[in-house]
């Protein structure tokens, strides 16, 4: 399986940005009050001019009617809404909030990113994903994602009745929890040479992506037998998950400035 370089559109930073966050999979639910709390007080704390979401805010995410009455959708929107008044929010979707859309994004006043997407800022260009469409090894996932992307399909979900997407919602996550074990090393990673010929396209050198929940910086070597560069070399730099419950604790932010890249614990 092959991930064919999309068409990339682009982001400018405009020049009151001086520091920019990354952050992905959150997976924020009801359930986990602690890594809400930890989210909402980094929110107000930031000294990020902007914030990019690298998908997988939420745990699960069934339509954004789901946030049209009180309760945790909503206060999530309310959340957002309120730091936006003092920076600037950016979302793209993950694999668990992919049906996401624009009245959700609307009521929380962030703003719509696709997947992938090329961020200029500060003379550089970096690749933005989410980082699912580069994991090829997982065959049957790869399968998934282009059916749950689909327009038609997911008109047709968000169709049902909110009810009964919720129960669909459960099932999968159960099935998933059974299947797993719980360990990123048992997950496909992300693919160098598809990851490579983005950075290409993008006129890029560093791909910045969540996803794999393996937090780290990877160089991204030529293929065996392939002519020697003579550019830059190409690399991945991958988020941390979010998880105040785990033993320790897990949260950082990526932070971007003039500087470059840094990395900061959270909580």
Same mark, same amino acid.
């Given at each position: 399986?092959?991930?064919?370089?999309?068409?990339?559109?682009?982001?400018?930073?405009?020049?009151?940005?001086?520091?920019?966050?990354?952050?992905?999979?959150?997976?924020?639910?009801?359930?986990?009050?602690?890594?809400?709390?930890?989210?909402?007080?980094?929110?107000?704390?930031?000294?990020?001019?902007?914030?990019?979401?690298?998908?997988?805010?939420?745990?699960?995410?069934?339509?954004?009617?789901?946030?049209?009455?009180?309760?945790?959708?909503?206060?999530?929107?309310?959340?957002?809404?309120?730091?936006?008044?003092?920076?600037?929010?950016?979302?793209?979707?993950?694999?668990?909030?992919?049906?996401?859309?624009? !009245?959700?994004? #609307?009521?929380?006043?962030? &703003?719509?990113?696709?997947? @992938? *997407?090329?961020?200029?800022?500060?003379? +550089?260009? =970096?690749?933005?994903?989410?980082?699912?469409?580069?994991?090829?090894?997982?065959?049957?996932?790869?399968?998934?994602?282009?059916?749950?992307?689909?327009?038609?399909?997911?008109?047709?979900?968000?169709?049902?009745?909110?009810?009964?997407?919720?129960?669909?919602?459960?099932?999968?996550?159960?099935?998933?929890?059974?299947?797993?074990?719980?360990?990123?090393?048992?997950?496909?990673?992300?693919?160098?040479?598809?990851?490579?010929?983005?950075?290409?396209?993008?006129?890029?050198?560093?791909?910045?992506?969540?996803?794999?929940?393996?937090?780290?910086?990877? !160089?991204?070597? #030529?293929?065996?037998?392939? &002519?020697?560069?003579?550019? @830059? *070399?190409?690399?991945?730099?991958?988020? +941390?998950? =979010?998880?105040?419950?785990?033993?320790?604790?897990?949260?950082?932010?990526?932070?971007?400035?003039?500087?470059?890249?840094?990395?900061?614990?959270?909580?």
């Amino acid at each position: 399986m092959t991930a064919p370089a999309p068409v990339l559109p682009e982001l400018h930073a405009p020049a009151t940005w001086h520091r920019i966050d990354f952050i992905s999979d959150l997976h924020l639910q009801a359930g986990d009050p602690a890594t809400v709390d930890t989210w909402k007080h980094y929110l107000t704390s930031t000294p990020a001019q902007a914030i990019i979401i690298l998908g997988d805010l939420f745990e699960v995410w069934v339509g954004d009617d789901a946030a049209a009455a009180p309760g945790f959708e909503q206060d999530c929107a309310g959340i957002l809404a309120k730091a936006a008044e003092r920076c600037e929010i950016h979302f793209m979707q993950g694999n668990r909030d992919f049906l996401l859309g624009p !009245d959700f994004l #609307e009521a929380s006043r962030m &703003r719509g990113l696709a997947d @992938p *997407t090329v961020l200029a800022f500060a003379g +550089s260009r =970096w690749l933005l994903s989410h980082g699912d469409a580069l994991c090829l090894d997982d065959v049957s996932y790869q399968q998934f994602r282009q059916v749950v992307r689909d327009p038609v399909w997911q008109s047709a979900m968000l169709a049902r009745p909110l009810a009964e997407r919720r129960a669909i919602a459960r099932q999968i996550r159960e099935h998933g929890n059974r299947a797993s074990t719980g360990n990123p090393g048992d997950y496909a990673d992300v693919d160098a040479t598809a990851a490579r010929g983005w950075l290409q396209a993008a006129g890029a050198t560093t791909l910045i992506h969540g996803h794999t929940h393996r937090p780290g910086a990877h !160089d991204l070597p #030529e293929p065996e037998g392939a &002519r020697a560069s003579t550019g @830059p *070399t190409l690399r991945r730099v991958v988020l +941390s998950d =979010w998880d105040m419950r785990a033993k320790p604790p897990r949260a950082e932010v990526l932070r971007l400035s003039s500087a470059g890249l840094e990395r900061i614990a959270i909580g």
